[in-house]
Antibody, heavy 114, light 110 residues
Framework: EVQLVESGGGLVQPGGSLTLSCVAS????????MHWVRQAPGKGLEWVAN????????KYVDSVKGRVTISRDNAKNSLYLQMDSLRADDTAIYYC???????WGHGALVTVSS | QTVVTQEPSFSVSPGGTVTLTCGLS?????????AVWCQQTPGQAPRTLIY???VRSSGVPDRFSGSILGNKAALTITGAQADDESDYYC??????????FGGGTKLTVL
């Protein structure tokens, strides 16, 4: 059974930093592109970033470029999202997603507030 | 900036067939855009129904199907059931390599 389990969410002040983690199981993690998707309260889904199998290719939505870094550790079957200079509009549930296969984590809530 | 367009809302009768579409504000959707369709009910994580335009995710009933209709990606639900009442989002792969969600369609079954 495929599982994606996010962790690392929480309350952070504006301008602060946070790193989300996603541990994958049930498939060969190193064979797949991985994605982060977020959903602000009461809003639709927003694609945030993705990373290829060996971490050499990364793409970001314009609103997070320069503030967010996606990375992975295939030895640990783990995906990460490092978020810096956080703003109130980064408040959202962040989901880890394997697009090919259609698997999602349960999400991690990030709240940016003073 | 290209926007991914979806119908804001749609309704279907139980047992009926409905086709939701996903287009681009400029240009046409093709199989190379690798359309993804996700279903989400309130308070739940999304669930992918279709990826790669027409590939059903594991466990998704075959009454959900994906296709290209004209210049748009399409999700067809055949034999709609009450628990199909959800928000449906499409996701497209842009030429630049980034992915973009549509605004979502709220489907009502009544």
């Amino acid at each position: 059974e495929v599982q994606l389990v996010e962790s690392g969410g929480g309350l952070v002040q504006p301008g602060g930093s946070l790193t989300l983690s996603c541990v994958a199981s049930g498939f060969t993690f190193s064979n797949f592109w991985m994605h982060w998707v977020r959903q602000a309260p009461g809003k639709g889904l927003e694609w945030v970033a993705n990373i290829n199998q060996d971490g050499s290719q990364k793409k970001y939505v314009d609103s997070v470029k320069g503030r967010v870094t996606i990375s992975r550790d295939n030895a640990k079957n783990s995906l990460y999202l490092q978020m810096d200079s956080l703003r109130a509009d980064d408040t959202a549930i962040y989901y880890c997603m394997r697009l090919t296969g259609g698997d999602w984590g349960h999400g991690a809530l990030v709240t940016v507030s003073s | 900036q290209t926007v991914v367009t979806q119908e804001p809302s749609f309704s279907v009768s139980p047992g009926g067939t409905v086709t939701l579409t996903c287009g681009l504000s400029s240009g046409s959707v093709s199989t190379t855009d690798n359309a993804v369709w996700c279903q989400q009910t309130p308070g739940q994580a999304p669930r992918t129904l279709i990826y790669g335009t027409n590939v059903r995710s594991s466990g998704v009933p075959d009454r959900f199907s994906g296709s290209i209709l004209g210049n748009k990606a399409a999700l067809t639900i055949t034999g709609a059931q009450a628990d199909d009442e959800s928000d449906y989002y499409c996701l497209l792969n842009m030429r630049s390599g980034i992915w973009v969600f549509g605004g979502g369609t709220k489907l009502t079954v009544l």
